[in-house]
Every structure is written in structure tokens, then in C-alpha cells.
């Protein structure tokens, strides 16, 4: 599912990812009030998406995911690399 966002509510999640991620970030997904980044850090890392305290590691892996899509419900995840 595609999801246009307006220029405000870019600018709203873009300043966001600026305050929380120290690390760089090749995929990120809002998702159930939450914010999932795949970082440099080879892990799914997941945030509070109104305060950006952490939340735990979705998922490790052995090299940095590129892509991540959720299902509409939320329950299925699937992650990727080029």
C-alpha cells in the first residue's frame, strides 16, 4: 500500500527521524504508532513514534535491510536487501 503524505506530514516525519536516529537509516515504516528504521546497525529498530523512545529490535540480520513493507494489519512483516 502506497501512502501520500503532504508536505507538512513529510516535514513532521523527516524532522522526527532527524531527532531519533543517530544512525543512517536505509528504510523506515510508521506502523501502529510506531516507527520502524532498517539501520547501519544490520537491525529492524523500532521507536515511539510521538516521543522517539526506543522500543526494542523487530529483527538482526547480517547485513543492512534496504527494504521493509508491513501488512495492512500490521501482523506480517517483510524485509529486504539489494
Given at each position: 500500500?502506497t501512502?501520500?503524505?503532504?508536505?507538512?506530514?513529510?516535514?513532521?516525519?523527516?524532522?522526527?527521524?532527524?531527532?531519533?536516529?543517530?544512525?543512517?537509516?536505509?528504510?523506515?515504516?510508521?506502523?501502529?504508532?510506531?516507527?520502524?528504521?532498517?539501520?547501519?546497525?544490520?537491525?529492524?529498530?523500532?521507536?515511539?513514534?510521538?516521543?522517539g523512545?526506543?522500543?526494542?529490535?523487530?529483527?538482526?540480520?547480517?547485513?543492512?535491510?534496504?527494504?521493509?513493507?508491513?501488512?495492512?494489519?500490521?501482523?506480517?512483516?517483510?524485509?529486504?536487501?539489494?
Amino acid at each position: 500500500m502506497t501512502v501520500i503524505l503532504t508536505a507538512d506530514q513529510f516535514a513532521f516525519i523527516h524532522e522526527k527521524c532527524q531527532r531519533i536516529f543517530a544512525n543512517s537509516i536505509f528504510a523506515v515504516s510508521l506502523q501502529n504508532e510506531r516507527l520502524y528504521a532498517a539501520t547501519d546497525g544490520n537491525a529492524i529498530e523500532s521507536y515511539l513514534f510521538e516521543d522517539g523512545q526506543p522500543d526494542g529490535v523487530l529483527s538482526r540480520f547480517s547485513a543492512p535491510a534496504t527494504h521493509m513493507c508491513f501488512s495492512s494489519s500490521g501482523s506480517v512483516v517483510v524485509v529486504g536487501a539489494r
